[in-house]
């Protein structure tokens, strides 16, 4: 899969604000910057086959892959990091004033999170991320970050691998960079997370 592409269909900017205006958890489209994820529905085993959107307000920013769910390492070897499975973050759902400007594991320049997130608890590492079980919420590290700790601008990867047990992970690190460039002097980013429609 080339870095640019992925599963997810395309959407108008109607067709994702109208989305987003729906979820039961909608409160505003907020003022200033916001990511929107969208989920692929085929969910591609261990690949960046999810998409992000920036807006401001209510208008369309940039888009770019990336992926919204845990590879590899988290779905099959989530006991290093939790007994009771990787987490899958609640989709459908918008998280208000979840990131501020910080850095994820101390060495990345990144989205931090801030507040509260709902997730699952992944168990049977059947290769998909799964919304299945017990619904938690918490603070647990869900971060919004890159695919390298250096800023290589033209770098990208294929396959999710350690990069996500269930960060939000942007794969182009150009695009990445130039999210962070727009968001970080935000108080606070804004997430809404999206199954594929």
């Known amino acids: 899969m080339k870095p640019e592409l992925s599963n997810v269909q395309g959407y108008t900017d109607l067709q994702l604000i109208n989305r987003v205006k729906s979820l039961p ?14 989920q692929s529905q085929e969910d591609e085993f261990n690949v960046f086959d999810d998409k992000f959107y920036l807006f401001k307000g209510h208008k369309f920013i940039l888009v770019t892959n ?26 459908d759902q918008w998280y208000y004033d979840l990131w501020k400007f910080g850095y994820h594991k101390g060495r990345m320049a990144a989205l931090k999170q801030r507040k509260p997130i709902l997730y699952y608890r992944d168990w049977n590492k059947n290769q998909k991320a799964e919304q299945i079980g017990k619904v938690y919420e918490g603070i647990i590290g869900i971060n919004f970050h890159t695919v390298t700790y250096g800023a290589v601008q033209g770098f990208w990867r294929r396959l ?38």
Request: charged share 20%; hydrophobic share 35%; glycine share 12%.
């Open 160 to 197: 999710i691998g350690g990069w996500s047990v269930g960060c939000q992970v942007a794969n182009i690190v150009r695009t990445y960079y130039k999210i962070l460039q727009l968001t970080k002097d935000q108080k606070t980013v804004s997430y809404c997370l999206i199954d594929e429609f």
């Open 25 to 38: 958890s909608f409160k505003k489209i907020p003022r200033d910057y916001w990511v929107l994820g969208v």
């Open 66 to 91: 990336g992926t919204t769910n845990a590879g590899l390492s988290g779905l099959k070897g989530y006991a290093k990091y939790n007994k009771k499975g990787c987490a899958v973050i609640k989709t």
